[in-house]
């Protein structure tokens, strides 16, 4: 019978641990556009509160914030996505069986940290604008309400557990996605040590997974 020893020495690698990810959001050129114009720090702020635009940190830049997104340094959960057969039952000579007819993928849900650029809440604000930018509700049926066409907002996420030496274990390419929910935020005043976290639910149309990549073989060079 295998002991704990035996057991741990057929895995010498460990096992796959859940606070060891990446999870990158490459947004789509048109967004990006969207996000350069000249107005946008005023155009991107609610209508209730017009002279915010003010205290945002002139340091600050469209290029920085879209490079926390595609380096994944702002999204602190998220779940691996899933797959699965839409099935179709048939009855066979006295019993049922499935046969799947097609193929489904689950939500992919990531909670992204909030930090502050300047006095402004930047996530929450810019995922609005996302939304707006799919459909455009900024000041309700006055906006107009057009739906953007697609490959417009499409963006693409990669999700990547690593290892230890924070080499990549598995990538998977999110292809098509956008938001599809802005969850709600908790606040109570009674978490005066806990920060806020924002949850965003994302569509898209399928997954892959990208080839293995083995870690770099280091060379060790030693003079005779």
């Known amino acids: ?4 020893n035996q057991f741990y020495g057929e895995f010498r690698r460990g096992f796959q641990r859940q606070d060891r990810f990446l999870c ?4 789509p050129q048109a967004l990006v556009g969207s996000l350069s114009h000249s107005n946008f ?6 209508i209730m509160f017009p002279s915010v635009a003010q205290h945002v940190d002139p340091k600050f830049s469209v290029a920085q914030f879209v490079n926390w997104l595609s380096r994944g340094l702002t999204c602190r959960q998220v779940n691996l996505p899933s797959r699965g057969f839409d099935v179709h039952d ?21 909670v992204f940290n909030l930090p ?10 810019f995922f609005t604008h996302w939304m707006n930018f799919i459909h455009n509700m900024k000041d309700g049926p006055s906006s ?14 990669y999700v990547t557990t690593m290892d230890d030496e ?24 009674e978490a005066q040590h806990s920060f806020a976290t924002f949850g965003v639910s ?18 060790i060079h030693v003079n005779l």
């Not at 990158?24 to 947004?27: E, G, M, P």
């Open 90 to 110: 048939m009855r066979i000579y006295g019993y049922d069986e499935s046969f799947p007819n097609s193929t489904e993928f689950g939500e992919l849900t990531a």
């Open 202 to 219: 994302f569509n898209y149309s399928y997954w892959q997974v990208l080839p293995y990549q083995p870690p770099p073989v280091a060379e």
């Open 24 to 27: 990158q959001i490459f947004l």
């Open 1 to 4: 019978m295998y002991n704990l």
């Open 144 to 157: 107009g309400l057009n739906m953007r066409f697609p490959q417009d907002y499409y963006g693409t996420l």
């Open 166 to 189: 924070d080499h990549p274990t598995i990538t998977y390419k999110i292809v098509n996605a956008y938001p599809k929910m802005i969850q709600d935020v908790e606040l109570q005043w």
């Open 41 to 46: 720090w005023v155009n991107l702020f609610d």
């Open 116 to 125: 502050l650029v300047g006095s402004d809440n930047i996530m929450p604000r």
